[in-house]
């Protein structure tokens, strides 16, 4: 569960707990108000403590200290004759008579505005009316309930209580509904930012100042990879002009002269020279790789004729002396065709086939082996017999997605073989690499062959 289901579940179970102890709260202060009441409790003291001896009413001193306290006044009536028999501290305005209807009257609400009870004591058969002061209680005529009301309270309780849970409910789906709707784009962005490949985020009115810093951060990073890619196209435009005629005018040198001190100077610079082409291409399809908009111009490619052009071309450079080439094609691959960007495939080739050369400085042989592997898949094979790498440091290079390469040390850093398994990767296929130290240094490059039903 993500920290925005947990906020909001937290929000309404808090909620639901607020409720909870609001009804508890209520409940207690209820029964403590009630508890308060003491009205029936003064009543029925009084009455008690009043007595009829020898036709004299007798007060005991509980009875008085009550109706001192309470500011009470008592009136006694015959129960027949409706006459009063007795009484303390009776206002003025009282009658000393009642018929049945005024003691039925005023036994439910109120007598001259003053709130009074009446107790019948069976023993003498006198009515006892209490009263108590002006607005100090306040008397309700409706004192029954229906049973069948009564009897549907518990069933209205649970539907509260249900129809509560479910209010609960439906807020938290409509809630985490909310939040995934408005952040999941929010979230999708930042993930694809450092990649290049956002799109304009929708602004959601909540959360105006993040996606207005999400938009500004992306048009920034286009902005900068769009500057890094056109700086580098105008660089290696740049180099590459002066770099031809470097490279021409060296080989030219080559043939003409027969000086073998002059051969030692210009070999090497030629060399590297044919280096610097190879590095500057990566560079281009770097850039290409990483701004995040790499659109793949693809091809119908007949496979065996197109690496041994590549091949040709290598060595058609006559800088290669201490190294020899062998192409070994798979005659199940004649007039089998791919579907690929020409000159990126040709790049991987390319860097292969450097890597073995950087790395065997005494020479060695390279082999490139074409082979079916299935009904819809091939491979190419760059092998040398070269001086091959460590174990550990071929995990590493195997690790070839987390491969990180130190552009400071570009010929060291193993940039060409990560830049050739994103290409491979582009077109659907996949690179191994193997090795054994003194022996070898191979890699296999997977890729899928030309469906035959593609047409054009």
């Not at 007060?59 to 001192?68: F, G, M, R, T």
């Not at 009063?84 to 009776?90: G, H, L, M, T, V």
């Amino acid at each position: 569960m993500n920290i925005f289901k947990k906020n909001i579940l937290r929000f309404i179970l808090s909620f639901m707990f607020i409720i909870i102890v609001d009804i508890t709260l209520l409940s207690i202060a209820a029964n403590y108000i009630r508890s308060q009441q003491s009205a029936s409790n003064i009543i029925e003291t009084v009455s008690s403590e009043i007595n009829l001896s020898n036709g004299n009413y007798i007060v005991s001193p509980a009875a008085k200290q009550l109706i001192d306290k309470n500011d009470l006044w008592i009136m006694i009536i015959d129960k027949n004759s409706g006459k009063e028999k007795f009484s303390i501290d009776k206002p003025k305005e009282i009658n000393s008579q009642f018929d049945f209807a005024d003691v039925i009257r005023f036994s439910r609400f109120y007598l001259e505005d003053y709130p009074v009870f009446t107790q019948i004591k069976d023993d003498d058969g006198d009515i006892y009316i209490i009263a108590f002061p002006k607005d100090s209680i306040i008397r309700y005529s409706n004192n029954y309930f229906d049973l069948k009301r009564i009897q549907i309270i518990p069933i209205i309780l649970l539907a509260i209580i249900f129809a509560n849970i479910l209010f609960c409910l439906l807020l938290y789906i409509y809630s985490i509904t909310f939040v995934n709707r408005n952040i999941k784009p929010i979230i999708d962005a930042i993930i694809k930012l450092p990649n290049g490949e956002l799109s304009q985020v929708r602004s959601v009115r909540e959360l105006d100042k993040l996606t207005l810093a999400i938009n500004s951060a992306n048009q920034k990073l286009r902005e900068n990879e769009e500057f890094k890619e056109n700086w580098i196209s105008g660089i290696a435009h740049d180099i590459k002009t002066p770099l031809s005629v470097i490279v021409s005018n060296t080989s030219l040198a080559i043939e003409k002269t027969k000086d073998s001190n002059l051969l030692k100077h210009l070999k090497p610079t030629l060399v590297e020279s044919h280096y610097i082409q190879n590095l500057l291409n990566d560079l281009n399809i770097f850039a290409r790789l990483t701004n995040g908009n790499l659109k793949l111009k693809q091809e119908i490619i007949d496979i065996v004729p197109f690496f041994k052009e590549i091949l040709i071309q290598i060595i058609n450079q006559e800088i290669w002396d201490e190294f020899n080439f062998e192409f070994v094609p798979d005659n199940k691959l004649v007039d089998k065709k791919m579907y690929v960007e020409g000159a990126l495939i040709s790049r991987v080739i390319h860097n292969l086939i450097y890597n073995s050369v950087l790395h065997n400085h005494s020479g060695c042989d390279i082999q490139i082996i074409i082979k079916h592997l299935r009904e819809n898949g091939f491979s190419v094979t760059v092998r040398d017999n070269g001086v091959g790498t460590s174990s550990d440091r071929l995990k590493s290079i195997n690790k070839i997605e987390k491969f990180n390469f130190d552009i400071s040390g570009v010929r060291r850093s193993g940039m060409g073989l990560k830049i050739s398994n994103q290409i491979v990767a582009l077109h659907g296929g996949s690179m191994e690499i193997t090795s054994e130290q003194g022996k070898y240094f191979q890699t296999t490059i997977m890729l899928p062959l030309q469906k035959t039903t593609t047409v054009d």
